[in-house]
């Protein structure tokens, strides 16, 4: 029997998360979702629970969201890791790329897309 993927979502919104968190868990019945507000917790998660997919907000509180990406990188090279923020420009984009993400995702259509770039 394979053990089910991980989700770790990292949110620093207490409002997003508990939102995210019913969506994703009503969503993703396959798999085992995590959640963590900030930095230390996402990256303390990860050691214990090495996800497969990861969903990280670039603006936390604790850490700069970039830093806390290239570490998840760094220890989770298998990991499919999507980037979500409310601001999206080229310069920005090009900054989450570089970081290690897979994808970026802008907060207003997390909905639309994130279901179908996870099939």
Same mark, same amino acid.
């Given at each position: 029997m ?42 303390r998660? +990860?050691?214990?629970?090495? %996800?497969? &997919?990861? $969903?990280?907000?670039?603006? #936390? =509180? ?14 989770l ?8 923020h ?14 290690? +993400?897979?994808?970026?995702? %802008?907060? &207003?259509? $997390?909905?639309?897309?994130? #279901? =179908?770039l996870?099939?």
């Open positions: 394979c053990a089910a993927p991980v989700f770790l979502l990292v949110e620093p919104s207490s409002f997003v998360r508990s939102i995210m968190r019913e969506w994703l868990e009503n969503a993703l019945t396959d798999f085992r979702i995590l959640i963590a507000e900030n930095g230390d917790d996402a990256l998660l +990860a050691a214990q629970e090495p %996800p497969t &997919h990861i $969903l990280i907000e670039t603006s #936390l =509180p604790d850490a700069s969201g970039f830093t806390v990406l290239q570490q998840l990188r760094q220890s090279p298998a990991a499919r890791i999507i980037a979500t409310w601001y999206e420009s080229r310069p920005f984009l090009k900054r989450v790329r570089s970081a290690g +993400a897979d994808g970026f995702i %802008p907060k &207003h259509r $997390l909905h639309a897309e994130l #279901l =179908p996870l099939k």
